[in-house]
């Protein structure tokens, strides 16, 4: 009976700390922004602080990812190309494609 409470406690130890290990993979894995169709897609992202965003670009021409507080750039994107940007503090940070003006979005960081 005590090995086999014994291989019991094991067993929940070894679930538990894979279910720690899944939730912090999860956290760290990026967020995704596609650039499709002349928009951003979410158009509202949502993240916390030292997570990383990535855009992508699925339209046939450049755009870029300009904040318009001065918080980030990144030059043009080529089709099929992307960015990444690891956020560093929290705000609402307005976006913008300066190759496009009606490609408007918000990156909120926690």
């Given at each position: ?6 291989l ?7 679930w538990?700390a894979g ?13 995704t ?10 158009a ?5 602080a030292?997570?990383t965003v990535?855009?992508v ?6 755009h ?13 994107i ?5 960015w990444?940007?690891?956020?560093t503090?929290?705000g609402?940070f307005?976006?913008?494609c300066?190759?496009h003006?009606t ?8």
């Amino acid at each position: 009976m005590q090995r086999f409470a014994a291989l019991c406690c094991v067993v929940t130890i070894l679930w538990v700390a894979g279910m720690i290990d899944a939730h912090r993979s999860a956290a760290l894995a990026p967020h995704t922004v596609a650039i499709d169709g002349v928009t951003f897609d979410p158009a509202t992202l949502a993240v916390k602080a030292g997570e990383t965003v990535v855009w992508v670009n699925k339209d046939p021409f450049p755009h870029t990812v300009t904040s318009q507080t001065g918080g980030f750039e990144s030059h043009a994107i080529a089709p099929g190309q992307s960015w990444s940007y690891t956020t560093t503090k929290a705000g609402v940070f307005p976006y913008l494609c300066t190759l496009h003006s009606t490609m408007h979005a918000t990156l909120k960081v926690e």
